[in-house]
């Protein structure tokens, strides 16, 4: 069986080479399921009731809840933000980095191919 670690460290691998071979918008989607597979992991840990495999409604749920550490309200709106009429985040925003920033907060883990987050 796979752990949510194993499944998310490889969105984040497939997502760095397709950022790598210039395609960002895949990018972003395998590191908001990355961010997704940690939220999954919070939500067990906490008790609290998954609403299934969506990344999305995972990192919306979490936004609702009550008691979230406020990095990880910041890094789940961050992850949440739609792109602009140019398909670009703002500047300065990169999905990965919340990705950790949500695995450090959260969990108290990190994935050892993205860098740490202070």
Partial sequence: ???????AEEEIRLGL???AEGMEGR????AR?????VVGEYFR???????????YERLKL???????????V????RLTMRVDMAFQLP????LFTETQRLAQVLLGEAFASLPLVE
Avoid at 33 to 37: I, L
Avoid at 65 to 71: I, K, S, Y
């Fill in 27 to 30: 990018a972003r989607v395998r």
């Fill in 45 to 55: 840990r906490r008790g609290v009731p998954d609403p299934g495999p969506n990344a």
């Fill in 74 to 77: 910041e890094a789940a709106r």
């Fill in 91 to 94: 500047a300065g925003v990169d």
């Fill in 33 to 37: 399921r990355a961010a997704g597979y």
């Fill in 1 to 7: 069986m796979s752990s949510w670690k194993t499944e």
């Fill in 62 to 72: 979490l936004l609702a809840l009550p008691d979230v550490p406020a990095e990880a």
């Fill in 17 to 19: 080479a397709e950022r």
